[in-house]
């Protein structure tokens, strides 16, 4: 039986999950230096021990909207760029069983299921596992990787 690791975290009153080999750390929100014209869901730019990280507001991308800035970060790594996806809490990483992992059906939460791997049940609760593959299209990686050139 293959079980995978999984981050839960909270964007708004949803419970999701990201896989823990696509994400580096999670750090405390710090202040970000907006940027001027850039995409809607790309908050700004910090610096973390001398790397610019671009700061996407993972509530705006998947159009649950809610702007947090004393939640958590998660920092990845998006087509070789360092971003941190602001997210209302992160809380545990867990264990979850192949077989406890079932496919979307419509739209889960308000989002597409073109962006998730599969929904889990836990304690009675769902959780939402997202495809970090499939989260930013290819546009949206574009818009990362110019505000992390355009400012390092």
Excluded: C, H, W
Aim: hydrophobic share 40%; proline share 2%.
């Amino acid at each position: 039986m293959d079980t995978n690791q999984f981050i839960i975290f909270k964007v708004g009153n949803e419970k999701f999950g990201i896989r823990i080999t696509e994400v580096q750390e999670i750090i405390k929100p710090q202040e970000v230096t907006t940027l001027p014209e850039s995409a809607q869901f790309i908050k700004g730019i910090i610096e973390l021990r001398g790397e610019v990280i671009v700061i996407v507001n993972l509530g705006e991308r998947l159009g649950l909207t809610k702007d947090n800035n004393d939640g958590r970060v998660l920092v990845v790594e998006i087509n070789g760029v360092k971003a941190g996806l602001i997210v209302d809490d992160a809380s545990d990483v867990i264990q979850i069983d192949e077989n406890m992992i079932k496919k979307p059906k419509g739209n889960m939460a308000g989002i597409k299921t073109e962006y998730l791997s599969g929904v889990a049940k836990l304690d009675e609760e769902l959780i939402v596992l997202l495809d970090f593959d499939r989260l930013f299209s290819d546009e949206q990686q574009v818009q990362i990787e110019q505000a992390a050139k355009e400012n390092n």
